[in-house]
T-cell receptor, first 116, second 110 residues
Framework: ETGVTQTPRHLVMGMTNKKSLKCEQH?????MYWYKQSAKKPLELMFV???????ENNSVPSRFSPECPNSSHLFLHLHTLQPEDSALYLC???????????????FGPGTRLTVL | KNQVEQSPQSLIILEGKNCTLQ??????????LRWYKQDTGRGPVSLTI?????NTKSNGRYTATLDADTKQSSLHITASQLSDSASYIC?????????FGQGTTLQVKP
């Protein structure tokens, strides 16, 4: 493993359920990211947190709600999802440079989400 | 249109053979280019990173090349092993952002 853990690894939920994905990094990084990976498509950046502050939200629907209580933990709260939201959700962390920019990102194993 | 295009989309080779994966990009300005390997059910793991001035970078049996003039990169895998079966993702850094390719799925058969 790369020092970034994610739970659960697999999740099946109905469209009316509420669930949360958890990510924890043990690398001392100051930036954390949520990505969505759908089949045959490039990774899509969803959210970026820098020192617990959200610095990027790439037009993600409000049914996805991130939370970053500290630099080591990142959550993605899910509610009233759609079947097309089924995908692999990856968390990553990195050390953000003083001038901004993305230093090498270390990825977790992902949560395979299926929405029925 | 994605700014990072990878080819082929998928590839099957026999164990022990070599192969080359391609990445063409239109990203500008260009900061660096990374190749990641993603095993099934796992997150991507970095293989190589090259800056503008680097032409080649090796990591064991993996060798990445970069031609910044033609905006092309390749990942060459030598003497493939079954464990090389994975998706290989090309990622180009545009200033402060990462642009991901769609990946090439490699299957190595015994």
């Amino acid at each position: 493993e790369t020092g970034v853990t994610q739970t659960p690894r697999h999740l099946v939920m109905g469209m009316t359920n509420k669930k949360s994905l958890k990510c924890e990094q043990h690398l001392g990084h100051n930036a954390m990211y949520w990505y969505k990976q759908s089949a045959k498509k490039p990774l899509e950046l969803m959210f970026v947190y820098n020192f617990k502050e959200q610095t990027e939200n790439n037009s993600v629907p409000s049914r996805f709600s991130p939370e970053c209580p500290n630099s080591s933990h990142l959550f993605l709260h899910l509610h009233t999802l759609q079947p097309e939201d089924s995908a692999l959700y990856l968390c990553a962390s990195s050390q953000r440079g003083l001038a901004g920019g993305y230093n090498e990102q270390f990825f977790g194993p992902g949560t395979r989400l299926t929405v029925l | 249109k994605n700014q990072v295009e990878q080819s082929p989309q998928s590839l099957i080779i026999l164990e022990g053979k070599n192969c080359t994966l391609q990445c063409n990009y239109t990203v500008s300005p260009f900061s660096n280019l990374r190749w990641y390997k993603q095993d099934t059910g796992r997150g991507p793991v970095s293989l190589t990173i090259m800056t503008f001035s680097e032409n080649t970078k090796s990591n064991g049996r993996y060798t990445a090349t970069l031609d910044a003039d033609t905006k092309q990169s390749s990942l060459h895998i030598t003497a493939s092993q079954l464990s090389d079966s994975a998706s290989y993702i090309c990622v180009v850094s545009e200033g402060g952002k990462l642009i991901f390719g769609q990946g090439t799925t490699l299957q190595v058969k015994p």
